[in-house]
């Protein structure tokens, strides 16, 4: 007889455990994601000229289009 007699009953379990961590994880990723804050474009440009990448000309006409 084997050791590991007894524990034929773990594998089935142990699948289950598997299967079921993963469909939860697949399943649950979505929403996570969903929740993500977004930069609205006009905060995109603030930002940018904050940070010096565009002039104050630039931002108006920016601004301009998005409005």
């Known amino acids: ?6 524990y034929n009953w773990t594998m ?3 699948m ?5 961590l993963l469909i939860y994880l697949i399943f649950s ?3 996570t994601i969903a929740v993500e804050h977004k930069e609205s474009p006009l905060d ?3 930002r940018r000229l904050a940070n ?3 002039n ?3 931002f ?4 301009d289009k998005i409005r």
């Open 16 to 20: 289950i455990l598997f299967w079921g």
């Open 1 to 6: 007889m084997s050791i590991f007699y007894d």
């Open 52 to 54: 010096g990448e565009i």
């Open 12 to 14: 089935p379990i142990a």
């Open 44 to 46: 995109i440009a603030k």
């Open 29 to 31: 990723k979505p929403q």
């Open 60 to 63: 108006e006409q920016i601004r």
């Open 56 to 58: 104050s000309a630039e």
